[in-house]
Each structure stands twice: as structure tokens, then as C-alpha cells.
């Protein structure tokens, strides 16, 4: 499997990945690299859309794979429509970003910009999957037909840091659709979470922004750590001061795309 792709991503000689230092991107990433030598190169988005920490994630991770890795600032809010947040606002952003890709790319002389998407991605309601194939991004697991769980198993065989680390998604996937998205809201969102990361020292959290309401969803084996009257005071009054009037945990616990349904 693992010959496979690497031979699939020689084939194309040199290649820009769009590396968020997940799981998926880390793969692809370390696969390239191996293949390519320092015809590989990572980019990462930097943008307000950017959960807290998963920059500096990624900088570690790229240096552990040891690929040259390049930053670049994007602000997604300001694509026309963006911020009304319609249900394709995925495919949105996936294009604004995906076009800025190809101009670096074009501009370094990198023959293709791939991405880490694969099979478990066609289940799920995903609108930047049109912009990915509007834009000629090659999806080098999805054309191998591997899954999430599949990706997971070659990142653990390969010994990387991040073969566990939870999905991730951006800020904006918090609220819901047809609510503006603003600066405001994605950073009380983002401090939110880090805040409630932190202090019950778990790696998935997610804070739905219901405008005055923070709901917060966790794994369901996480939702036990919140019944702490400790805990409790001091979640509630990060979040109020972070300006939330309502506190509430989804009894439910984490639900990936929960606006989608």
C-alpha cells in the first residue's frame, strides 16, 4: 500500500501539499517526502478559520518530516458571501484557498498541489469536494480508494506523532448556517475551546456558537469530566467572560458536521 502511493506520487515528478499538519496532510506529507525529496513542499493556511494550536502543530510536525514547509495568511472573510455563512461555504472557501495554492505552486514551479482527501470524505456532506476537482487538486488516497481508518494505519506503521490526533475542522464549522460569521465569533470560539482543552486536559472539544448560547460537545467518554462543581465554575465563567450568557454540554456529546443534517 505504502509503495503504492509513494510510486503514484513519483509519477508526478514534484508536488505542493496542503498540509494542516492533521493526520491526512502529515501522510501525504511524509509520503511525498520520501518520494520527492525537496520537490515536496508543505503550505499551511494561516487565517482566522485556524483553530488555536494547530499552527504550531503543524511547524512540528513538518520539521519531524522534515519537509521544507512555507506559511502563508489568507482571510477567508473576506470572500463575497463568505460571512453570510451559506450552507457552500466550504466549497467557498476551498476554492478561494485552492486558487492561492496554485498560484504558488505555479510561481515555485511544482507540477501539481495535492490534498489529503480520501474515500471516508464521499459520506460525508463536503461542498469543497467540487472546488477539489474544479481546480485540478490531486487526492492521491482518494485515488487509491483508502479510507480515514486506512490513512490512520499507515500514519501509525510510519511511527508519526499524530497517528491519534482527533479531526479537526475550522472555527467556522461552529456556527450555524445562515448566522454571520465574524472575527468576534471565531476567536471567543477558538479561546473557548483552548480554555476547556486545558483545563480538563482533553484534545476534542467543540464550542457551538447558538449566539448567546455555547454548547459544547466532547467524546462521549469525556462528558463524565464535566460533572466537577470545580470544573463547572470555572468553564461557565471562562465562557461568560468570553461573552456567552448560556453555558450547556451536549448530553449527546461530539457529533462530526452537526449542521449538516
Not at 508543505?42 to 494547530?54: H, Q, Y
Not at 483545563?199 to 466537577?228: C, P, Q
Request: net charge positive.
Amino acid at each position: 500500500m505504502i509503495e503504492n502511493l509513494i510510486r503514484r506520487i513519483r509519477e508526478k515528478k514534484s508536488m505542493l501539499i496542503a498540509f494542516s499538519g492533521g493526520v491526512d496532510s502529515s501522510v501525504l506529507a511524509f509520503l511525498a517526502r520520501q518520494a520527492l525529496g525537496d520537490k515536496a513542499l508543505a503550505v499551511t493556511i494561516k487565517s482566522p478559520l485556524l483553530p488555536p494550536g494547530e499552527l504550531e502543530e503543524a511547524i512540528m510536525m513538518a520539521k519531524w518530516i522534515g519537509i521544507e514547509h512555507v506559511i502563508i495568511e489568507l482571510n477567508e472573510l473576506e470572500i463575497p458571501g463568505f460571512s453570510n455563512n451559506p450552507r457552500n461555504r466550504c466549497y467557498l472557501c476551498k476554492k478561494f484557498r485552492f486558487s492561492k495554492l496554485k498560484e504558488i505552486a505555479m510561481r515555485k514551479g511544482f507540477n501539481v498541489v495535492a490534498d489529503g482527501t480520501n474515500k471516508s470524505d464521499l459520506s460525508e456532506y463536503r461542498p469543497g469536494l467540487k472546488a477539489a476537482i474544479e481546480e485540478g487538486i490531486y487526492s492521491p488516497f482518494l485515488e487509491a480508494g483508502l479510507s480515514k481508518e486506512d490513512i490512520r494505519k499507515i500514519a501509525r506503521h510510519l511511527n508519526l506523532p499524530v497517528y491519534d490526533k482527533p479531526p479537526s475542522s475550522c472555527l467556522a464549522t461552529r456556527i450555524p448556517y445562515g448566522e454571520n460569521i465574524t472575527l468576534e465569533r471565531l476567536r471567543r470560539i477558538g479561546l473557548a475551546e483552548k480554555a476547556i482543552k486545558e483545563l480538563l486536559g482533553i484534545s476534542m472539544v467543540r464550542v457551538r456558537d447558538h449566539g448567546d448560547i455555547a454548547r459544547i460537545e466532547v467524546y462521549r467518554g469525556d462528558r463524565k469530566l464535566f460533572f466537577n462543581d470545580e470544573a463547572l465554575e470555572i468553564i461557565v465563567n471562562e465562557l461568560k467572560r468570553l461573552g456567552f450568557k448560556f453555558v450547556t454540554l451536549d448530553l449527546e456529546g461530539y457529533k462530526s458536521g452537526c449542521f449538516d443534517y
